[in-house]
């Protein structure tokens, strides 16, 4: 039977604003990768999100970003040293880290956010420093990063886990990226769309792209977006006509208490 897990970027909110339906999302979903206060998020709301996740069995990560809270980390920043972006990704992970700890739900993996993910994923030297940071913090956190992406390289070159990770609601282009929000086509909002074509990725292993392309994919986790109107409803009919199409629905890695 194919396994796939299931992940949603959480703990967006930040102080009186609120950012998805968390506390919906949470009862769908597998993996949970929490903001770190650099694009979204606070303390008391990564407290919370993590022992929601607790509650529900829902493995969590650290979702680190570009320093661009104004921005909500969708911006493109250039310019910073290396060493400098490092020591934010370190800062953020450790925050994460040091909150799960203490409230005994250990984090399990990495995913980076919006721009910083999107840069990395065609940057070497910005895959490199992601990497390095995960290092430095724990090297045995698992780096959920794009098929076909300078991360996925510079994570297998260092020995750092990695996991998969596919979109549902989003199409490919012919070298496997992630088509530009700004693309005609580029956000699936149908459905029967989004589970046809997870599960060509899940079941055939194939990415299918824009122009027609099929990439091969070994899929080991699907992104759900729980940041737009009834996320969470189109989450839950997504998990359940992958059950019904015989796919065991599990987290890619357990918290280690």
Not at 149 to 175: K, L, P
Not at 225 to 247: E, F, M, W
Request: one cysteine or more; a negative charge.
């Amino acid at each position: 039977m194919p396994t796939i897990d299931l992940n949603c970027d959480m703990g967006e909110s930040f102080g009186a604003y609120k950012i998805g339906d968390d506390a919906a999302m949470m009862e769908v979903i597998t993996t949970a990768n929490i903001a770190c206060g650099f694009h979204a998020g606070d303390p008391v709301v990564m407290r919370d999100t993590i022992l929601s996740a607790r509650k529900h069995g829902v493995a969590i990560g650290a979702h680190p970003s570009f320093m661009d809270l104004y921005g909500f980390g969708r911006r493109r920043i250039s310019g910073e040293r290396p060493e400098d972006i490092e020591a934010q990704l370190i800062y953020q992970i450790a925050a994460i880290q040091g909150m799960a700890t203490a409230l005994d739900w250990p984090i399990t993996h990495v995913k980076t956010h919006g721009s910083l993910g999107n840069m990395a994923a065609e940057d070497s030297v910005l895959a490199e420093v992601c990497v390095r940071a995960i290092k430095a913090v724990d090297p045995k956190l698992v780096f959920i990063t794009l098929p076909y992406s300078e991360t996925m390289r510079a994570a297998e070159a260092a020995g750092i886990a990695v996991a998969c990770e596919v979109y549902a609601d989003r199409r490919y282009t012919d070298n496997g990226m992630l088509a530009p929000r700004q693309m005609e086509g580029a956000v699936i909002h149908d459905v029967e769309a989004s589970v046809d074509q997870v599960l060509t990725m899940i079941s055939d292993k194939v990415i299918p792209t824009i122009g027609g392309g099929r990439l091969p994919v070994d899929a080991a986790t699907v992104c759900i977006h729980g940041d737009t109107p009834g996320a969470a409803i189109t989450a839950r009919a997504l998990r359940d006509k992958l059950t019904t199409a015989g796919i065991d629905i599990s987290a890619f890695a357990k918290p280690q208490n």
